[in-house]
């Protein structure tokens, strides 16, 4: 890491902030620039002081912590969750913040996650060091979110990805079916490129659970997965990409 990451303190209480603070003091990869107390000042903020990394609490007067974030434009900053209330530990995982820490924040929690956030920074390239949403792995865990039956599936178990009207439907090796807003490029990015593979501009799907594919006459053809009943089109352009890609 060639600089401190910058953070801003979002919390409503004072004294929370202050003790975060100091807190904080000891790790010089961190340097807080700023503190907010509402969603409506750490967007002033944020816009007046650019940082990389957010401490947020959840629930605030007027809006929520999730409340922010969704207001936040493109790339999105690293977020670290500080909160008393555990409720919401599932939908920081589903927004990708980094960690979950509850208060009172124990010290040793606390250097394990800006371990992890120092070790995150300097594995990325030099051209990626701005803030981003995190690069999934094939082991990492998802939480999808489908009404009383969300639950945390790891990205390997993903066997396509398929646009839905608006959303995009993401359809597991059990054969379940979630619904997600993200629209598809957006998982495109995100997700390993040395596993998940557009065939078609409205299809991802998981290289591994490709049981077959069937070319058709115009270079384009069919691509059969485990678990998926009716063939997903390959079409004739990303048929050419996938060959020069993979040989």
């Keep these: 890491m060639t600089h401190p990451l910058r953070a801003l303190l979002v919390d409503d209480e004072r004294l929370a902030r202050a003790e975060l603070r100091e807190m904080l ?3 010089p990869h961190v340097k807080v620039v700023g503190e907010a107390d509402s969603v409506a000042s750490a967007l002033a903020r944020i816009d007046e002081l650019k940082p990389e990394l957010l401490f947020l609490d ?23 969750f500080v909160t008393a209330f555990d409720a919401h530990a599932l939908r920081a995982f589903e927004v990708n913040a980094l960690d979950y820490l509850l208060k009172p924040v124990h010290p040793e929690r606390l250097a394990r996650t800006l371990a992890r956030l120092e070790d995150a920074e300097k594995d990325k390239p030099a051209a990626a060091q701005a803030p981003s949403r995190h690069k999934l792995t094939e082991t990492d865990m998802l939480f999808l979110e489908n009404g009383a039956k969300s639950r945390f599936v790891r990205v390997d178990q993903l066997v396509c990805l398929r646009g839905a009207g608006d959303y995009v439907e993401l359809v597991t090796v059990d054969g379940t079916c979630t619904l997600s807003p993200r629209p598809l490029k957006e998982w495109e990015t995100r997700l390993p490129e040395r596993t998940f593979a557009r065939i078609h501009r409205s299809a991802l799907v998981n290289l591994t659970l490709v049981e077959r594919v069937d070319r058709g006459l115009g270079g384009g053809g069919d691509v059969y997965l485990r678990g998926v009943e009716s063939p997903l089109p390959l079409s004739r352009s990303y048929a050419a990409v996938l060959k020069e890609r993979f040989g």
């Design 58 to 80: 959840v629930q605030m007067p007027g809006e929520s912590g999730f409340d922010l974030l969704a207001r936040l434009p493109e790339p999105r900053l690293e977020v670290i």
């Design 25 to 27: 003091t000891p790790f």
